[in-house]
């Protein structure tokens, strides 16, 4: 059972910076990609950044500029620098590791517990 635990979220100001940490129980290498998502209240989870194993990083327009997604293989590690923050970032962040479908059709996708990020004055 792969297992994802964030942390590094808290209370910040607006402007201020975070990092977000995702450790993964197992070796990221096995992951076709991995990524950042985040659901505030009333809102559907939407994606903030996907790094893959291979290829482009992609990221939301909503924090192009603003976020960095980078990965540490040899701690089994994602990062999330997130900068400038806005109130609108209030969300809880969730990562997110895929490796694509089970020879069944499952799709194989985990997810951490989510970490709150709050942004206000």
């Known amino acids: 059972q792969v297992q994802l635990v964030e942390s590094g979220g808290g209370l910040v100001q607006p402007g201020g910076s975070l990092r977000l940490s995702c450790v993964a129980s197992?070796?990221?290498?096995?992951?076709?990609?991995m990524g950042w998502y985040r659901q505030a209240p009333g809102k559907e989870r939407e994606l903030v950044a996907l790094?893959?194993?291979?290829?482009?990083?992609n990221f939301a327009d909503f924090v192009k500029g603003r976020v960095a997604i980078s990965r540490d293989n040899a701690k089994n590690t994602v990062y999330l620098q997130m900068n400038n923050l806005k109130p609108e970032d209030t969300a809880v962040y969730y990562c997110?590791?895929?490796?694509?479908?089970?020879?069944?059709?499952?799709?194989?996708?985990?997810w951490g517990q989510g970490t709150q990020v709050t942004v206000s004055s």
């Open positions: 997110n590791a895929d490796r694509g479908y089970s020879s069944d059709g499952r799709p194989l996708t985990y």
């Open positions: 197992t070796d990221i290498f096995s992951f076709n990609k």
């Open positions: 790094i893959p194993s291979r290829g482009t990083i």
